[in-house]
């Protein structure tokens, strides 16, 4: 035997019950019920006979009846008829004395089983007595299920008794009614289904409208956030495009500030070369000038005066004028002096004139003069410098200096 949720439910509430003699005697008497109808007889006739005991010693009139009435239940439904019909009539005779406190429902049920039984019994008086009095109390109640199953004992009780037309009668009259009590049921269940069809269509609306709404108010937000986007990445652009257009001007400006500093410092620069070629030249026209002098002058002295020739080739090679005018010649020429002393570094004071003489693109003429020497002798220097420097019969000395 499987135990029910219901019996579970009164098992657990009769724990709770045995602190008060009318409750616990209740719970007993509807534990009884619930395995009646799981067909447990044992354990119905062990707490209806517990119900009974509490209710007695409770003195719960209206619980004693409903204890007599399943008590009643329990032996029709073991085939103990005549134990039934004691419980019956204790039903009836405790009701006649508090009628009050008499449930209806327990009237009727007993007294449809006390019909159904003398029916059994051929007692037909007294089982149609029974039968209308439940009739009449199920017409009151409006009890239309039980009312049917009063009809359908009439009937039996009639077929019974062999009045087969009046039985036909009862019957139709349970078929009808048990027509009207599915009817019932059906529009009952029909109502219920329509009411549950109804509540679920406005669920069904109330939640299509909230995500509508949701769905309104979601793509609203997402138009506003996109149009907030746009609007910050035009503004972005915007403060780009300008804050890009002013960075073009700058740097175009700067270019052009650096461009005209650099023509200023390429001006500055020439300048300061012609400046320096200017000096170097100024320089180099007034020794040569001198030196074209004293040559002329010594060239005209008499040959026996020699002390006052090595005089005036003494101021020819003054050394002087030649420390002056190397750092003239450094200035425009820089480095020139070092990479040949790099190169050469066997080459004598003569030589390194020479070869400054020679960057200056002076003539063959010109050199001797500043040096103070003969054409000849240039020569000489010319073909020394080559093999100090190591060039070669094919290589052009000019252009080497130059290069240098």
């Given at each position: 035997?499987?135990?029910?949720?219901?019996?579970?439910?009164?098992?657990?509430?009769?724990?709770?019950?045995?602190?008060?003699?009318?409750?616990?005697?209740?719970?007993?008497?509807?534990?009884?019920?619930?395995?009646?109808?799981?067909?447990?007889?044992?354990?119905?006739?062990?707490?209806?006979?517990?119900?009974?005991?509490?209710?007695?010693?409770?003195?719960?009139?209206?619980?004693?009846?409903?204890?007599?009435?399943?008590?009643?239940?329990?032996?029709?439904?073991?085939?103990?008829?005549?134990?039934?019909?004691?419980?019956?009539?204790?039903?009836?005779?405790?009701?006649?004395?508090e009628e009050r406190l008499v449930d209806s429902r327990d009237i009727i049920e007993t007294s449809l089983n006390a019909g159904l039984i003398y029916t059994k019994k051929k007692e037909f008086k007294k089982a149609e007595d029974y039968l209308q009095k439940a009739l009449v109390l199920t017409q009151k109640a409006n009890d239309l299920d039980t009312q049917a199953q009063i009809f359908e004992a009439l009937s039996e009780?009639?077929?019974?008794?062999?009045?087969?037309?009046?039985?036909?009668?009862?019957?139709?009259?349970?078929?009808?009614?048990?027509?009207?009590?599915?009817?019932?049921?059906?529009?009952?269940?029909?109502?219920?289904?329509?009411?549950?069809?109804?509540?679920?269509?406005?669920?069904?609306?109330?939640?299509?409208a909230k995500k509508n709404e949701e769905y309104s108010k979601l793509l609203t937000w997402t138009i506003l956030l996109t149009a907030l986007i746009l609007i910050l990445a035009l503004v972005f652009l915007l403060f780009y495009s300008k804050a890009k257009l002013k960075s073009s001007k700058i740097a175009t400006e700067l270019t052009a500030k650096e461009n005209k500093i650099s023509q200023i410092e390429i001006e500055n620069l020439e300048h300061e070369v012609q400046l320096k070629n200017k000096e170097l030249a100024d320089l180099f026209l007034h020794q040569y000038e001198k030196a074209q002098l004293l040559t002329e002058v010594i060239d005209n002295i008499d040959r026996s005066n020699d002390e006052l020739k090595e005089n005036l080739q003494e101021q020819l090679n003054k050394s002087e004028d030649?420390?002056?005018?190397?750092?003239?010649?450094?200035?425009?020429?820089?480095?020139?002096?070092?990479?040949?002393?790099?190169?050469?570094?066997?080459?004598?004071?003569?030589?390194?004139?020479?070869?400054?003489?020679?960057?200056?693109n002076l003539t063959s003429k010109e050199i001797a003069i500043m040096l103070g020497i003969s054409h000849r002798t240039v020569q000489g220097i010319r073909g020394r410098v080559r093999k100090k420097l190591g060039l070669k019969s094919s290589d052009d000395l000019v252009l080497y200096l130059m290069n240098l």
């Open positions: 035997m499987s135990i029910t949720p219901q019996i579970e439910f009164l098992l657990l509430a009769h724990k709770y019950s045995i602190y008060h003699k009318s409750v616990e005697a209740k719970s007993n008497i509807e534990l009884s019920s619930a395995f009646m109808a799981v067909n447990d007889y044992k354990k119905a006739k062990k707490y209806i006979l517990n119900g009974i005991k509490l209710a007695l010693e409770s003195q719960d009139l209206q619980h004693v009846i409903y204890a007599y009435a399943v008590m009643s239940d329990y032996y029709y439904e073991v085939d103990e008829y005549d134990n039934a019909l004691k419980y019956i009539e204790k039903v009836d005779s405790v009701g006649k004395v009780l009639e077929e019974t008794k062999g009045n087969h037309a009046k039985g036909l009668e009862y019957y139709k009259q349970y078929a009808d009614m048990n027509d009207s009590v599915f009817n019932e049921e059906a529009s009952r269940q029909l109502n219920t289904l329509k009411i549950s069809y109804e509540i679920d269509k406005k669920d069904l609306e109330i939640t299509t030649w420390t002056n005018f190397k750092l003239h010649f450094d200035k425009v020429h820089e480095g020139f002096f070092q990479k040949l002393n790099e190169l050469a570094p066997n080459l004598t004071t003569k030589d390194i004139r020479y070869c400054a003489y020679i960057r200056m």
